[in-house]
């Protein structure tokens, strides 16, 4: 099915999946072609937004391009056109509440815990990458305090466990985890744990599905099958294993099991729910037959998300269709970078994920959560981008650091770093209270200009972003640069120190500060 859209003059277009959103927004002349019909990481809604309050929809994937002055789509479902709105706003409010309408239900039910927002998060992927043990998470926690942060959630990435799918601590690495978590408690930690819907192809489990080993009640129904009724086998970034398909039962049950026992028996507080991509439950991922005639990718990843909401401390960064729960999503990892996949699509990547019923924004670590960096030829931690990094995630809705400062930045830096934690700290209330408003309008907490102050030039703007109606922040993005046009919307706008501005104003950036302003009233 073709879908052709003849964009207006002086129209924008933001969609897509949120790891594309350094393209957004789209316009006449843009180069843009994307085909999302296998390949949507992060989060991905099938949806165009207009700033002249149009959008796009289709319930299911499709390629989308730009040809001459025309948005094009090309996919299996009908595509839905929206013209009723007059701006951005007026556009995303009429999506979210025809085709993912906030699950009100939920949040009568369950709001998200404030610790996500209260307080910087620590991760342990960047410094330990695969080999966290006891002795080194106890370590960067008790650093994590002595170096003058609040404890908040601490995140045991992957590594931690045995074989995918068992989830089982590696008594060697971790030799007695009740022990360190209660002592993690003691600190004032929040502890949580990174899990796969992968099950790993050579362990117990595997065989019993697949009945090599012997085949117990209910094992011969686990796992994402084949068409000819096996287990498939799914390639993935840590070679090949079985896949939980969360839409049965028996999978639930399954997998409820591992992590209410590791909650149970240790005293685990919640869960870091990694891959269950899109991607991942593609037939192009299975190695070994068809795919059954039921196989939905857009099911499969959704049902993974709903799973873990379920467990009031949990974590995502890839979703189909899933806008308008609450639910803790974070940006894809970043690279170490200035251009790329760096700091330039923190806030474009961002600003999408708002627009696609996501207001609750995790950046990715400070520093870049790629851990890949590390083995590059002549690496080395550029402080100036880590400053940047840090400043610019400090007021999102959270902020969240894994490679440890106090370690691998100089005197100097760290306290430029630490100056903009304690930013988000001082701040915490004020994100909560937005966090609050998110949960009952499922409005986007981090905002583009374009949304609150529309049809005044700002579409185009990606270095500046709205927390909330009246907090402008105006981080520096490119290395070298000390200076910077700060573009205000309507109105009053103070800084820090009282003064006053309006309309645009070059202003001095140096390293240690952060341009943030507040609305005045």
């Known amino acids: 099915m073709l879908f052709r859209l003849k964009i207006k003059e002086n129209e924008y277009f933001w969609g897509g999946a949120v790891a594309d959103g350094a393209d957004m927004p789209i316009t006449i002349g843009s180069t843009y072609s994307k085909d999302y019909r296998n390949d949507a990481s992060n989060q991905f809604m099938p949806l165009f937004l207009s700033s002249l309050g149009r959008y796009v929809w289709s319930e299911g994937s499709f390629k989308v391009w730009i040809e001459g002055d025309e948005l094009c789509f090309e996919g299996d479902s009908e595509f839905v056109l929206y013209e009723g709105g007059a701006c951005l706003r007026d556009a995303y409010l009429h999506a979210m509440e025809n085709h993912f309408p ?6 009568e039910n369950k709001t998200l815990p404030r610790e996500f927002f209260k307080s910087a998060q620590f991760n342990s992927w960047i410094e330990f990458a695969y080999d966290p043990t006891q002795k080194g998470i106890l370590e960067y926690a008790h650093a994590i305090i002595d170096n003058g942060f609040e404890p908040g959630i601490l995140m045991i990435d992957e590594g931690w466990h045995t074989r995918y799918g068992q989830w089982k601590f590696d008594f060697h690495k971790f030799p007695d985890p009740k022990a360190m978590i209660d002592e993690l408690h003691s600190l004032g930690f929040t502890v949580m744990l990174w899990v796969t819907p992968m099950v790993t192809a050579d362990g117990v489990d595997f065989c019993k599905a697949t009945g090599a080993l012997f085949n117990p009640e209910g094992y011969d129904k686990l796992f994402l099958r084949n068409k000819a009724g096996n287990v498939a086998l799914i390639e993935w970034w840590n070679g090949y294993s079985a896949i939980l398909d969360l839409r049965k039962e028996c999978d639930k049950e399954y997998l409820k099991e591992k992590l209410d026992f590791l909650m149970n028996k240790y005293g685990v507080d919640g869960f870091k729910f990694d891959g269950g991509s899109f991607c991942m439950y593609s037939p192009m991922s299975m190695i070994n037959g068809e795919p059954r005639d039921d196989h939905d990718q857009a099911e499969l990843n959704l049902a993974w998300n709903e799973f873990g909401a ?147 030039g700002f579409a185009s703007i990606t270095d500046e972003f709205m927390l909330g109606n009246d907090i402008l922040v105006c981080p520096i993005l490119s290395k070298g640069v000390y200076k910077k046009d700060i573009i205000f919307p309507s109105g009053k706008w103070q800084d820090e120190a009282g003064c006053i501005y309006e309309g645009t104003v070059n202003m001095t950036a140096p390293l240690n500060n952060l341009i943030w302003f507040r609305r005045v009233k």
């Open 102 to 107: 906030f699950d009100q239900t939920r949040v």
């Open 310 to 456: 379920q467990y009031k401390f949990h974590e995502y960064k890839d979703t189909f269709k899933g806008g308008g729960k609450a639910s803790i999503q974070r940006l894809c990892d970043k690279e170490h970078s200035w251009t790329g996949y760096g700091l330039n699509t923190l806030i474009p990547c961002s600003i999408l994920q708002g627009l696609f019923g996501h207001p609750f924004i995790c950046p990715d670590m400070v520093g870049g959560g790629s851990w890949t960096d590390d083995y590059l030829p002549n690496f080395k931690i550029d402080e100036e981008l880590f400053i940047r990094m840090a400043q610019s995630s400090a007021l999102f809705p959270m902020m969240q650091f894994s490679r440890a400062p106090w370690k691998c930045l100089s005197k100097e830096a760290y306290d430029i770093v630490f100056d903009a934690y304690k930013l988000h700290s001082k701040m915490s209330d004020e994100i909560i209270s937005l966090v609050s408003d998110a949960e009952k309008t499922g409005e986007p907490i981090l905002r583009s200009l374009e949304y609150n102050d529309p049809h005044k």
